[in-house]
């Protein structure tokens, strides 16, 4: 099969498994290389904690399968702590983002004209009253 595989050039599974380990660390490298790209100074400062985090996430979650790959327990290792910090940032991170765009804002335009037109005007309700009155008188007969 291939020759740079020596003794397991016979195993097709175990090469085929290593080829696709390598295009994956290849991968790897090629997205840490975009760290580097100056655009990102641009980004607005929410943007750039959630690229902060996801990088930190992406880069905990390699060295946790590092962990594994050399047969370390993760759960044991400060990594774990660590993954639990950046738990917590994410969480305060997505409330700080929820209360700068869900908090109700109020239209100044918009409250003043509810509230002209929930306030009933004394002379109105008096003129109401005046016409129910001499309804009421003209419907009933004299007696």
Request: hydrophobic fraction near 35%.
């Given at each position: 099969?291939?020759?740079?595989?020596?003794?397991?050039?016979?195993?097709?599974?175990?090469?085929?498994k290593?080829?696709?380990?390598?295009?994956?660390?290849?991968?790897?490298?090629?997205?840490?290389?975009?760290?580097?790209?100056?655009?990102?100074?641009?980004?607005s400062?929410?943007?750039?904690?959630?690229?902060?985090?996801?990088?930190?996430?992406?880069?905990?979650?390699?060295?946790?399968?590092?962990?594994?790959?050399?047969?370390?327990?993760?759960?044991k290792?400060?990594?774990?702590?660590e993954?639990?910090?950046?738990?917590?940032?994410?969480?305060?991170?997505?409330?700080?983002?929820?209360?700068?765009?869900?908090?109700?804002?109020?239209?100044?335009?918009?409250?003043?004209?509810?509230?002209?037109?929930?306030?009933?005007?004394?002379?109105?309700?008096?003129?109401?009253?005046?016409?129910?009155?001499?309804?009421?008188?003209?419907?009933?007969?004299?007696?």
């Open positions: 099969m291939d020759d740079k595989f020596e003794e397991l050039s016979h195993d097709a599974n175990i090469i085929a290593l080829k696709q380990f390598s295009e994956a660390a290849f991968k790897i490298q090629d997205m840490v290389e975009l760290i580097k790209d100056p655009s990102l100074y641009k980004l400062n929410s943007d750039k904690i959630k690229y902060n985090l996801l990088l930190s996430y992406s880069l905990n979650s390699l060295f946790w399968m590092h962990l594994r790959a050399e047969g370390v327990d993760p759960t290792h400060q990594i774990r702590s993954n639990e910090r950046l738990k917590k940032a994410m969480i305060r991170a997505k409330q700080i983002n929820d209360k700068n765009t869900l908090m109700p804002r109020i239209n100044k335009d918009v409250a003043k004209r509810f509230v002209r037109s929930g306030l009933w005007d004394l002379k109105q309700k008096q003129q109401q009253n005046v016409k129910a009155v001499t309804e009421k008188s003209e419907e009933s007969p004299a007696t």
